[in-house]
Structures are given as structure tokens and as C-alpha cells.
């Protein structure tokens, strides 16, 4: 995805001082205040109502958040339009296209084959994947998941002005364009969409199925995330689609695709506040992955000099306060998203945008860190 995914950083991200004063409060409409349904805490709805005033302009791209605390849902709130165009509101039924947030299923598939034997975490790659390219024969399938292969982003390779969409086929022949990875294998830690694309073409050829596929069956269907697709234009639909937008000084403009959006591997599943609550308590409750591989998926990597990263498969990863701290981001041309999980508190907090640009990393944390959700 030719995303500004690169201009955000979420090592420097820290938690924001999220108790909204009194004063903040009474800025807030009266029709927000009006909105907020009971729940278990009504000053911490009108304070998350608050957060998200920015998208409750008429006739702006929305927004939609949930908290989930010990497995149940204490708050599912959305705000502006769905879709512009035809004035649909936004909804916990929304489908977003999450992003790079997709990058935790590419892993979850990865894994599945693992537990399998197809693959091995330090397979070669080159062993697995006709075409992918000699110089980075020495790159394993833990390499990939952990952001330490050194592969060049394959979006530096797109020019601007191109119109036909790359696809993850598209990514190997990119990758040609170069005879070196940017640092020795394993040695440093360097973002990369590459390595997730090149993932989900080893999922198709390790299962014998399309990489859609595999995550409906073996993924979003077992698991009831029925509204949930790795979207192919003119194979699958995304039903009840949110489309994104940006938002500039000469209005709303739709940017709901850009040259990179049919890579699926990184980024190109859309789901719901909905489905992603199935998902989250799917991870809880072990119906997918064992507590044996989240362990492996929530690890940081360890490079070569035997430092370790924040990142581990699919997800960052790192310690708050001495808590488990796990979260991704994910920006596209018109959507940006935020996913915030702690294990050992038992709480996630989703907020998913179509718009391009925004915060939605400080409104997960300004979220979490309300009295109501911060304290055991």
C-alpha cells in the first residue's frame, strides 16, 4: 500500500492523559451529551463522546470504536457518515478497510500452516516461493513476520502516476528492481510491506488456495466473522462498505482506493466493529491460535546482536507499566485505524476511521487510560 503508514510511528506513542476535565465536558454539545446511552459508566460515555466530536460534523466520514473489557463489550459507539454519498450513518456494522491492522490475519494464516508442518517458521523462503528473489536466499518465514527481512518496501518501487492497481503477485517482480535488502538478514528491524504481501503469496502456495480464500475458510467463517473479506473488485463485495475519504481545505473528497489497494497481504481485509469483537474473544479464548502460538505472536523478535524489536508476528508489542501492551495501526488512502489490546487487563479498544489521516492511536489510549477502563 503506498500509505502514510511510514510517517507514523508507534514506538513514540504514549498513552495520552485521558481523564476529560469537567470544563471539556461542558464544551461538548448538548446533543452528544444527549446521545450517550447508559452504560456502565455514563461519564466515561459523555468523555468518549467528547474524544470523537471531531467526527460528528454533518456530512463528514465517521468513525467507530469499541471497549472490551473481560470479554464483554462496556462500549460501541459510532459517529458520522459511512458513506457520503448516500448519507449512510456509521455503525458497529460498518465494513472498514482495516489496513495494515489486516497484517494480525496474515499472521494468524501463516501460523495455522505452521501448526500444520507446511511451513516452518525458519523455513527459507526461497525454499517455499517460486521466484522470490536469490539475493535474500538467506530470509526465513520468521523474518517476514517480524519486519527483520531487510526486504525493500515494494511501494518504492510504484510510481505515483500509476493507475493499475499492484496486486501481490505484482510484489516479486517489483522486488527484482533491487539486488540487496536494505541491512543484513536478521539484523535490523525496518517496517515493511513487502514482507506481509510476500506472506500471503506463500499462504496460496503452501495451501494450494487463493490467499481470500484460506482466510475465509480456515478464519472468518469458523469463526462467525461473516461480514469479513480479503476484498478482490469484481471476485468478492464488502457489504455494508464504508468508503474513505479525505478531508481538505476544498471539501470531502472521496480516496477510498489507491495503486496499492488490491495487496491483500498487508492490508486489504475489511471487517466491522462487530466482526472484530468476535475476533478479539476469539484470541482470548484460544479458538483459533493456542495460547503456545500467541505467545510466539505476542514475543518481540530478537535480532542477531541478540537486542529485540517491539515487533512480533502481526501485532507491536512491548511493556506499559509493567502490562503487556500489543496494538497495530493501519493507514490507507482513505482510512486510518487503531488497535489497542492488553491481555493481562483484559482490555481492547478498537477505533476505526475512513478518513485519511487523524489520530486514532491517542483516541485508543486516551480511551483506555479512563478511570473507568485503567483501573483493576
Sequence with gaps: MADPMKAFDPLRTVALVATVTIGALACSSPALRAAATP????????AIDSLFTPYTAPGM?????????????????????????????????????????????????????AREGR?????????????????????????????????????????????????????????????????????????????????????????????ATFLRQRIFTPLGMNATVAYEAGVSTVEKRAFGYSVRSTGVVRTDQSSTSAVLGDGGVYSSI?????????????????????????????????????????????REGGALRLSHHGETSG?????????????TVIVLTNRRGGTPWDLAASVAALPSFSSR
Design 39 to 46: 452504560g456502565p459508566d455514563m461519564q466515561a460515555m459523555q
Design 335 to 347: 482510512f486510518t485505524n487503531f488497535i489497542l489490546k492488553y491481555p493481562e487487563r483484559r482490555l
Design 274 to 318: 462487530r466482526d472484530l469483537i468476535t475476533w478479539d474473544r476469539a484470541l482470548d479464548d484460544g479458538r483459533l491460535l493456542t495460547r503456545e502460538e500467541l505467545g510466539l505472536a505476542w514475543t518481540p523478535a530478537r535480532l542477531a546482536d541478540g537486542t529485540t524489536t517491539r515487533y512480533g508476528f502481526g501485532w507491536f508489542t512491548e
Design 119 to 211: 511451513l516452518g517458521y525458519d523455513s527459507r523462503v526461497v525454499d517455499l516461493l517460486p521466484g522470490f528473489p536469490a539475493y535474500a536466499r538467506s530470509i526465513t518465514v520468521r523474518h517476514l513476520l517480524t519486519h527483520t527481512s531487510g526486504l525493500w518496501d515494494y511501494e518504492d518501487f510504484v510510481p505515483a502516476t500509476q493507475t493499475v492497481q499492484v496486486k501481490d503477485r505484482d510484489v516479486l517482480a517489483l522486488l527484482q528492481r533491487t539486488d540487496s535488502t536494505y541491512f543484513p538478514v536478521g539484523s535490523a528491524y525496518r517496517y515493511s510491506n513487502s514482507g506481509y504481501a510476500v506472506l500471503a503469496l506463500i499462504v496460496e502456495t503452501m495451501s494450494g488456495q487463493p490467499y
Design 61 to 113: 466520514p465517521g468513525a467507530s470504536v469499541v471497549v472490551i473489557r473481560d470479554g464483554q463489550v462496556v462500549v460501541n459507539r459510532s459517529y458520522g457518515l459511512a458513506d457520503i454519498e448516500a448519507a449512510a450513518p456509521a455503525s458497529d456494522a460498518s465494513s472498514y478497510r482495516l489496513a495494515s491492522l489486516s497484517k494480525q490475519f496474515t499472521a494468524a494464516a501463516t501460523m495455522l500452516l
